[in-house]
T-cell receptor
Framework: DAGVIQSPRHEVTEMGQEVTLRCKPI?????LFWYRQTMMRGLELLIY????????DSGMPEDRFSAKMPNASFSTLKIQPSEPRDSAVYFC???????????FGDGTRLSIL | GESVGLHLPTLSVQEGDNSIINCAYS??????FIWYKQESGKGPQFIID?????DKRQGQRVTVLLNKTVKHLSLQIAATQPGDSAVYFC??????????FGAGTTVTVRA
């Protein structure tokens, strides 16, 4: 079975530009998570969806970040406008539900110049 | 605030030996724990999980031990192989979804 699929794998853009990261969760999983990984802060949860509804967005850094899940098989994380400090690896993960293992995609490495 | 941390940032192991990776957590309300393996350029890969009503769980070549008294978690890897070289993270959650990750332990397997 296919795992969590993220695109693009790498993104390099100039500050001020809009960035959209995409995620396809594992089929049948009803929980979806967006994480950010940096050397300084490690892995941080940004937002959690359950059955396409945002449940916890307390980790979203600021209003420049937004996430949507229009259906069970697709989610986006958008940064507008992007800043150099947003440079990180962004991971999407999905699970069958709460207290179930979260399975991660291979991430999007984002560089904001 | 609450945090999950690892005792050692690096571990060097001879191929064929057993590895033990340790993790301390501080949130006494945590009731679900997971170990992940992350290889370079990839996302964290689920290894094994354990709930707070258990103190030991075994998988294929791996065993997780949970000591709630001292808030300590460990991952044992039997007969360590070169493919086990990676960064290992423990994660815990008190609310079933919001995982807090440790800093990670880099495991290097010597041939």
């Amino acid at each position: 079975d296919a795992g969590v699929i993220q695109s693009p794998r790498h993104e390099v853009t100039e500050m001020g530009q809009e960035v959209t990261l995409r995620c396809k969760p594992i089929s049948g999983h009803n929980s979806l998570f967006w994480y950010r990984q940096t050397m300084m802060r490690g892995l941080e949860l940004l937002i959690y969806f359950n059955n396409n509804v945002p449940i916890d967005d307390s980790g979203m850094p600021e209003d420049r970040f937004s996430a949507k899940m229009p259906n069970a098989s697709f989610s986006t994380l958008k940064i507008q406008p992007s800043e150099p400090r947003d440079s990180a690896v962004y991971f999407c993960a999905s699970s069958l539900g709460e207290a179930q293992p979260q399975h991660f995609g291979d991430g999007t490495r984002l560089s904001i110049l | 605030g609450e945090s999950v941390g690892l005792h050692l940032p690096t571990l060097s192991v001879q191929e064929g030996d057993n590895s033990i990776i340790n993790c301390a957590y501080s949130n006494s309300a945590s009731d679900y724990f997971i170990w992940y393996k992350q290889e370079s350029g990839k996302g964290p890969q689920f290894i094994i999980d354990i709930r707070s009503n258990m103190d030991k769980r075994q998988g294929q070549r791996v065993t997780v031990l949970l000591n709630k008294t001292v808030k300590h978690l460990s991952l044992q890897i039997a007969a360590t192989q070169p493919g086990d070289s990676a960064v290992y993270f423990c994660a815990e959650t008190p609310n079933d979804y919001k995982l807090s990750f440790g800093a990670g332990t880099t495991v290097t397997v010597r041939a």
